[in-house]
């Protein structure tokens, strides 16, 4: 029996659109294993697309209250997507440790601050992009590269996560206008150097299809895959799924990419323990 799982999903407790439940529905309609539910975590500034620090009790009682209700039709787990803020935020947080998580995903949003405090958010629209990277890195696209990777680095180290959520995510943009060559020396030595820290922390290297369809973009996509086999890095397919019709938006595909690049296993939060299992293009192989 085939199926497809996901660990990292939405829903409207920060920018996703729909209920919790909705998403759970469609994840028992769509035959999936298993649904992780990982909301963007508050974090300690006014941003309008993470959860408000007073909706995190709601989110989790209603996460545990929906465990409970769906308990014989498809296990669901508790999360939160976490970002990493040297002194303000990480996994180790008071606040992600009492949510009493199943996993957690940790991804780096933000890079470093505007000069009024506001935090530079490297994946929101063009233009907040720009002006960060032209406030804060001077225009320098690389100084900003390496400083995201560094964070991203002292969180592997220092707050690892279960899953690194888009770990090249900071190319987003580059895509568009491209600052740099991804095949650069530099570039690649930190691809790299994350891989293989992920890999010494345990930690699952997330691959993300959430812009395949929008950008044909994966996080990270083909040119990283054959680092990923030749250093056997844990790996898992998640969507980031903000609709819930997307919860295996791009699977089919992706997966086929996996397994051209010799990819043939990822890990699978199955009875409290995570597993690696076989996968192709149709599926999961559970059994
Ligand atoms: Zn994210
Ligand atoms: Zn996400």
């Not at 990292?8 to 996703?16: A, E, M, R």
């Not at 490297?122 to 406030?135: H, T, W, Y």
């Not at 530099?186 to 150097?193: A, P, S």
């Amino acid at each position: 029996m085939r199926s497809w799982t996901n660990y990292h999903g939405h829903c409207n407790y920060c920018d996703g659109r729909g209920e919790m439940e909705a998403y759970i529905k469609k994840a028992i309609e769509y035959g999936m294993k298993n649904i992780g539910i990982s909301s963007h975590a508050p974090v300690p500034f006014n941003v309008d697309w993470t959860m408000s620090p007073g909706k995190l009790n709601a989110y989790v009682n209603e996460i545990d209250a929906l465990k409970a209700k769906y308990a014989d039709e498809i296990p669901v787990y508790k999360s939160l997507e976490v970002d990493y803020i040297p002194n303000a935020i990480s996994v180790n947080s008071a606040h992600i440790r009492n949510a009493q998580l199943d996993y957690s995903v940790g991804s780096i949003h933000f890079v470093d601050f505007f000069k009024d405090g506001t935090p530079w958010a490297i994946d929101g629209p063009v233009d907040e992009f720009k002006s960060g990277l032209d406030e804060i890195f001077a225009g320098d696209m690389k100084a900003a590269t390496l400083r995201f990777f560094q964070l991203q680095k002292e969180m592997l180290d220092q707050a690892p996560p279960t899953i690194l959520g888009h770990f090249d995510k900071m190319k987003m943009h580059n895509r568009t206008f491209g600052f740099f060559n991804e095949e650069e020396d530099w570039y690649l030595k930190e691809v790299k150097e994350t891989l293989d820290l992920a890999q010494e922390k345990n930690v699952i290297v997330e691959i993300n299809t959430k812009a395949i369809g929008s950008l044909g973009v994966l996080y990270p996509g083909p040119e990283i895959f054959s680092f990923l086999k030749d250093k056997n890095v844990p790996i898992t397919i998640n969507s980031d799924a903000h609709d819930d019709y997307k919860l295996v938006l791009g699977f089919a595909e992706t997966a086929q990419l996996l397994n051209d690049a010799g990819i043939t296993q990822c890990f699978e939060l199955l009875n409290g323990d995570w597993q690696a299992f076989s996968f192709n293009k149709d599926g999961i192989f559970f059994d």
